[in-house]
């Protein structure tokens, strides 16, 4: 597969807001990077405040948490990334209390590009393995969250 010019600047568009509002907590990156009709597949409600919202239950249970970005493939319009999250849990997480218990999981995220920005995103996060490694037991209610 030939590696396009569109496919490399997606990529570095999507690695750029994943280094920026993820890891560096700059939530009003979503201005520079996401398209006035965003929509989240992921997170409820499906818009930049799904996003946000979840973004603050993350840093607020595990403050360190940092994505790796392990992979990426792009095509065309779409960028699909393997991330490993690490961090440890120092908040409440899906009602589970604080542990101090490291994390390591893997999250996929897929994103939808228009003129440069990220118009949609998907996402699938192992959070079988999270809530085990804080000691919790995977629920519907922990598990299916949106």
């Not at 520079?32 to 996003?51: E, I, K, S, W």
């Not at 101090?100 to 897929?110: A, D, H, K, L």
């Not at 995103?121 to 919790?136: C, F, K, M, N, P």
């Amino acid at each position: 597969m030939t590696v396009t010019a569109t496919d490399q600047a997606n990529s570095a568009t999507v690695r750029a807001f994943i280094e920026a509002f993820w890891n560096g907590r700059e939530r009003d990156s979503v201005e520079r990077f996401l398209t006035p009709g965003y929509v989240d597949h992921a997170y409820t409600p499906h818009t930049a405040d799904g996003l946000m919202t979840t973004a603050g239950e993350l840093a607020a249970a595990f403050p360190d948490h940092c994505g790796t970005v392990e992979a990426v493939a792009a095509q065309g319009d779409k960028v699909m990334v393997r991330l490993t999250l690490r961090g440890t849990h120092d908040g409440p997480f899906r009602g589970t209390p604080p542990t101090g218990n490291p994390v390591e999981v893997t999250v996929y995220r897929e994103y939808r590009l228009i003129d440069g920005k990220i118009a949609e995103h998907w996402a699938l996060l192992d959070t079988a393995t999270l809530l085990r490694q804080i000691g919790s037991r995977p629920s519907v209610e922990n598990v299916c969250h949106r």
